[in-house]
């Protein structure tokens, strides 16, 4: 696995259940010189040291870990140093080819399996040459989509684009994108099975020609946990407090947002809380009807839920979104697509709506302004469905998938 996905949840579920043979990754601080960061004060270090310290799956003991350093390094370079769609993506394609080689100049297949292991677990866009290893091996080849794919983004973002392009920078071509898309493909392919965190994922996979047979939907879970709160009730004559929270962005929806703070001006007040990618004068529409706080501390976004009275994310495009799950573990009614792969069930903790429409976000907080009891009752649909999203929760759907493959 490339990166810290999920704060290594799957490594570590699958070493929770007994299952992990070993974990290969390409920058840990559990092993090598980056480990010498944990013992330093964090607080002293700066940020991009700091988050290497961090990128440790605390619950794999160090000895069934290997990773790459120089190459994880290498790879933090390359994507730092991209100016455009076409270097990002071609850092992308250069880290899954590498890692994958490296893996396998290793010897590490071969190496553990005399060991017991008997399926190979990769993640899209760095699994593809692992899994035609595996299958070779007569080990079983599984792999993780964490996102609809790559042309089923496109499309869908070019769809965004055109209908609103004030909230976009300029759609810049990406040469690379097609040879992206048919990796991914190529991995499905050469796959046993595809896990998919959401049926949105699943269905990006069959539109972009892949085989739905191997999919398997297994929605994430969140160990961002908050017990003892109550239900969300809305003192009378207070406005509704609605907030989204993630990158303020065309993918995300924030066009969507706006609209529905421009609508709902004097009824509900709204709260942006993210990184904003959008152009200046979008930004500056978007502060003249909402409170635009930008990016926030980790440790601080907790504060930004309990102020809310409701959670709106009307995403384009996702694997299943982990804001999301967070949200309803605070107790928040969601305004949200079905393209954020949401466990939002319509009409009782939250309200799903068509993606690129405003009408329906505006209607859904409408309703809770208008209907007296609505937002708790919502409230405590979310606290309920939030025990379906728990980190405990998804270990047991992901490893009780895993554990049946064998006898498919």
Not at 19 to 32: I, Q
Not at 248 to 277: Q, T
Not at 362 to 369: G, N
Request: glycine share 10%; hydrophobic share 40%; charged share 25%.
């Amino acid at each position: 696995m490339l990166g810290a996905r999920r704060h290594y949840a799957v490594p570590q579920i699958l070493h929770r259940a007994g299952m992990l043979s070993h974990f290969v990754t390409d920058l840990t601080s559990a092993r090598g010189l980056p480990s010498l960061l944990t013992h330093l004060p964090q607080r002293l270090l700066p940020a991009s040291l700091r988050r290497i310290a961090q990128r440790r799956p605390k619950s794999i003991p160090s000895s069934h870990i290997t990773a790459f350093n120089g190459f994880g390094l290498e790879y933090a370079r390359r994507l730092k140093a991209a100016r455009t769609p076409g270097d990002r993506t071609a850092a992308f394609l250069w880290s899954g080819r590498k890692f994958t080689s490296l893996i396998l100049e290793k010897g590490l297949l071969d190496r553990r399996r005399g060991g017991g292991t008997n399926a190979v677990y990769t993640f899209n866009s760095a699994g593809l040459e692992l899994l035609h290893a595996a299958r070779q091996r007569g080990l079983l080849a599984v792999m993780d989509q964490t996102i609809a794919p790559k042309a089923y983004e496109s499309y869908l973002l070019h769809l965004a684009h055109d209908r609103f392009p004030e909230w976009d920078v300029a759609l810049a071509e990406d040469p690379l994108r097609g040879e992206y898309a048919e990796r991914e493909k190529a991995e499905w392919d050469a796959a046993d099975w595809i896990v998919c965190g959401s049926e949105f994922v699943r269905q990006g996979i069959v539109w972009s020609g892949g085989a739905e047979g191997k999919c398997l939907v297994v929605p994430y879970g969140t160990s961002h946990a908050h017990p003892g709160i109550e239900p969300r009730r809305r003192p009378e004559g207070r406005k509704l407090r609605v907030l989204f929270l993630g990158q303020v962005n065309l993918r995300k929806g924030i066009p969507v947002v706006y609209d529905a703070a421009r609508s709902l001006a004097g009824k509900a007040e709204f709260r942006v809380v993210g990184p904003v990618l959008v152009p200046d004068g979008a930004r500056e529409k978007l502060s003249q009807v909402a409170e635009v706080l930008g990016s926030v501390p980790r440790s601080d976004v907790h504060r930004h839920y309990e102020w809310a009275d409701v959670f709106v994310f009307p995403s384009l495009c996702e694997g299943s979104a982990g804001v999301t799950y967070e949200a309803l573990a605070c107790g928040l009614p969601l305004i949200t697509t079905e393209n954020s792969g949401s466990i939002v069930r319509d009409g009782e903790d939250g309200f799903i709506v068509p993606v690129m429409e405003s009408e329906p976000v505006v209607a859904a907080l409408e309703r809770l302004l208008s209907e007296p009891g609505l937002l708790e009752t919502m409230s405590r649909g979310a606290l309920e469905r939030a025990a379906h999203g728990t980190s405990a929760s998804y270990q047991g759907r992901l490893v009780c998938e895993l554990a049946g493959l064998a006898n498919r």
